[in-house]
């Protein structure tokens, strides 16, 4: 709460006082650079810029620029930012429940992940629980389905998972452990060496063309299917709430088209590109294999576990599950009876 008012105050002093900045601060959580998370905020900037004639203007700022990412929302709440581009897992230390709007294990797809979000509840849910944080909360992109991860021994059983040293941060950490993994979330610039000098046996990190930005294929044998801990992220964009409510309606509306434009287009751009990254780790003689079905059982009652501990430790966690278990059975209803194996 130190590096926040100060970094409020410095932020006060650059504006002269002022509190009508004409640029509004947009932190990203990650690199400007990085795949996906760093050019769809540029992308959704645009079209809000555009949208409002000028009257909303994002400055996106890199990792690290104003805020940490782990601190970002802090700064948006008391309008040291005035916006974060992040995910919530760097929330869930103040609110257990941003999980289940990062991810879900076992959980949704992006068509409907997004269903239940803007038509299932989800959004009320979401911005529910950040209201403490005196921030608006929403989803501007979604990622692909990730990879199982990388390991460096076969995982041909569940037991061979005991003992494994791996990189696994947040819930899915949490579900592995109960399997013997011994789960750490260490950065993501640290993975390489990690697993190169054996602190690591095994790591996740991202969906295949994000993967090949690390080198795994370098210092790893076997590439696993599927990311059953997230078939689907949001990039959460957080508002600060006094901003927000000081917009006009079309403002807001315009906002909210640009957010569901750059989950569309980012989405979409990226889905095409994941064939050529798993054929290159192929070429450089990685082993991409598929979880078996005792496995992912395995997994999968070790997740339900874990959920059920976190409802009982908090009844807004416990209320947002059971919202999207809900809304998941009454749209499988239907869905199941149209899926087609090509």
């Given at each position: 709460m130190k590096k926040t008012l100060m970094l409020a105050s410095a932020i006060a002093l650059a504006m002269g006082g002022s509190v009508q900045a004409k640029k509004l601060t947009l932190q990203n959580a990650f690199p400007k650079t990085l795949l996906l998370v760093g050019p769809s905020a540029d992308y959704f900037s645009d079209i809000v810029r555009n949208g409002t004639n000028g009257e909303i203007d994002f400055q996106h700022l890199g990792q690290g620029e104003l805020s940490p990412p782990t601190e970002i929302v802090d700064n948006v709440g008391i309008g040291a930012i005035d916006a974060g581009w992040s995910y919530g897992a760097f929330t869930?230390?103040?609110?257990?429940?941003?999980?289940?709007?990062?991810?879900?294990?076992?959980?949704?797809?992006?068509?409907?992940?997004?269903?239940?979000?803007?038509?299932?509840?989800?959004?009320?849910?979401?911005?529910?629980?950040?209201e403490p944080l005196n921030v608006v909360p929403m989803p501007c992109a979604v990622t692909l389905a990730e990879s199982g991860g990388w390991y460096n021994k076969a995982i041909d059983k569940p037991e061979d998972f005991q003992g494994l040293k791996m990189r696994f941060s947040g819930i899915g950490?949490?579900?592995?452990?109960?399997?013997?993994?011994?789960?750490?979330?260490?950065?993501?610039?640290?993975?390489?060496?990690?697993?190169?000098?054996?602190?690591?046996?095994?790591?996740?990190?991202?969906?295949?063309?994000?993967?090949?930005?690390?080198?795994?294929?370098?210092?790893?044998?076997?590439?696993?299917?599927?990311?059953?801990?997230?078939?689907?992220?949001?990039?959460?964009?957080?508002?600060?709430?006094?901003?927000?409510?000081?917009?006009?309606?079309?403002?807001?509306?315009?906002?909210?088209?640009?957010?569901?434009?750059?989950?569309?287009?980012?989405?979409?751009?990226?889905?095409?590109?994941?064939?050529?990254?798993m054929k290159k780790f192929e070429a450089a003689g990685v082993e991409i294999r598929q979880f078996s079905n005792e496995t992912l059982g395995a997994i999968r009652n070790a997740a339900q576990e874990v959920y059920a501990e976190e409802s009982a430790a908090d009844p807004l966690f416990k209320k947002v599950l059971e919202s999207y278990r809900a809304f998941s059975e009454q749209y499988d209803y239907y869905q199941s009876r149209n899926n087609l194996s090509e």
């Open positions: 869930a230390a103040k609110v257990p429940v941003a999980n289940l709007f990062a991810s879900i294990s076992y959980g949704p797809d992006a068509p409907k992940y997004l269903a239940w979000i803007y038509h299932g509840g989800g959004l009320e849910l979401w911005r529910e629980a950040y950490g949490k579900i592995l452990a109960k399997l013997g993994v011994s789960a750490q979330a260490i950065p993501g610039s640290e993975i390489y060496t990690s697993m190169e000098t054996g602190r690591l046996d095994a790591s996740e990190f991202s969906f295949p063309e994000i993967d090949a930005l690390i080198g795994f294929e370098k210092i790893a044998k076997y590439y696993y299917f599927p990311g059953w801990h997230q078939r689907a992220g949001f990039v959460e964009l957080t508002i600060n709430k006094d901003l927000w409510d000081g917009w006009t309606d079309s403002q807001r509306q315009m906002n909210d088209v640009a957010c569901r434009a750059t989950t569309q287009e980012f989405y979409s751009r990226h889905s095409v590109k994941q064939a050529d990254a």
